[in-house]
């Protein structure tokens, strides 16, 4: 198997952020007045477990990076850790259904502290789902090898800063995260794929991550629309290392399929069917293809436009196997 590009540059060290946007990571974590406590564990599974159950947002997202470099650093096992049956959240903000969820125009927050709260909810989330893919498939490390829980543990990582520099964003603009109702869809399509490994990749980062991919670039130039020009290069950051994520879910759903001796694109497709989960456009096909994923998984219109190709070359070799029949009949 190829590894994707973005996949291939998963053991270097992460660039810094762009000084206009935010202050580089480290000094971020250094400079928090109430330091989180320092995770004593000794394995990666007992370390996302204890993010997991950590319910204060920053603590969670500081936590998750200490979780990640005293792996790196300790070179810790995999190990093992039940994970909570669901992440531990804080009062605020209440979570509620899609349908509950304020508009822009009823959530008493501006257009870009909206949109950078949606997206630390978000970020939130994705913390809390890449440590429990960790702690969820520990049991299958010696199938799945320590390469699969390194790649999730250094998205968690990623999760963690994005969800600092949109809740630092939101500080500058007077709001914090909590500060309106956030839904609670996507632990529920966790929820879902949590006895499949199978099912999470292509849940997760194959279509919940991958929309992430499709919004970004509109949520940037809404910002730009906005006149804020600091929130959108921060999305557009955040957009950019998310690509990555799908890369990774990318490259581990084909080396599950391959243990598993099945196609991924037909398994891709059965899953979603099993699991009720809908592919929705418009798609950022550039994204997409950056990150791996193969236009026929989700795309149903370049099945249908090939297999409209398909018929237009059956129906002219047909006229040419005519004309020859005839020609061939005259000449005889
Ligand atoms: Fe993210």
New binding site residues.
């Given amino acids: 198997l190829l590894l994707p590009k973005a996949v291939c540059g998963r053991t270097e060290v992460k660039q810094p952020i762009p000084t206009q946007c935010s202050p580089p990571h480290a000094a971020y974590f250094s400079l928090v007045p109430t330091s989180p406590p320092s995770p004593p564990l000794s394995s990666l599974a007992e370390l996302a477990a204890l993010v997991l159950s950590t319910p204060d947002p920053s603590t969670k997202s500081r936590l998750s990076h200490l979780a990640f470099s005293r792996w790196l650093r300790l070179r810790l096992p995999v190990g093992a850790a039940p994970p909570p049956l669901r992440p531990a959240r804080p009062p605020n903000p209440p979570l509620v259904s899609p349908k509950e969820v304020p508009t822009h125009k009823n959530s008493g927050l501006p257009l870009n502290a909206y949109m950078l709260h949606n997206l630390a909810h978000v ?1 939130l989330n ?1 913390i809390d789902l890449a440590w429990d893919t960790v702690a969820r498939f520990a049991p299958l490390r010696d199938v799945l090898g320590d390469e699969f829980f390194a790649d999730f543990a250094r998205v968690a990582d ?2 963690s800063r ?1 969800f600092a520099w949109c809740s630092q964003r939101l500080a500058e603009l007077g709001f914090s995260y909590g500060d309106m109702p956030a839904h609670n869809l996507l632990w529920r399509e966790c929820e879902k794929s949590s006895g499949d490994v199978s099912a999470r990749l292509a849940v997760i980062p194959l279509v919940q991550e991958a929309r992430g991919l499709d919004a970004g670039p509109r949520l940037v130039q809404k910002l730009i629309g906005f006149g804020d020009h600091r929130s959108s290069d921060i999305v557009a950051k ?1 957009a950019e ?2 690509v990555a994520h799908v890369a990774v879910g990318v490259y581990w759903f084909a080396q599950v399929c391959q243990k598993m001796g099945r196609i991924p694109c037909h398994t891709f497709k059965d899953l979603l069917d099993e699991y009720g989960v809908e592919l929705k456009g418009p798609f950022n096909y550039s994204a997409r293809d950056e990150a791996g994923i193969p236009r026929d998984w989700y795309d149903g219109t370049s099945r249908r436009q090939f297999e409209s190709e398909l018929s237009k070359v059956h129906e002219r070799l047909a006229c040419i196997v005519a004309m020859e029949k005839e020609n061939s009949s005259l000449n005889g």
Avoid: G, K, N, R
């Fill in positions: 970020e994705a990623d999760e994005h955040i290392e998310e």
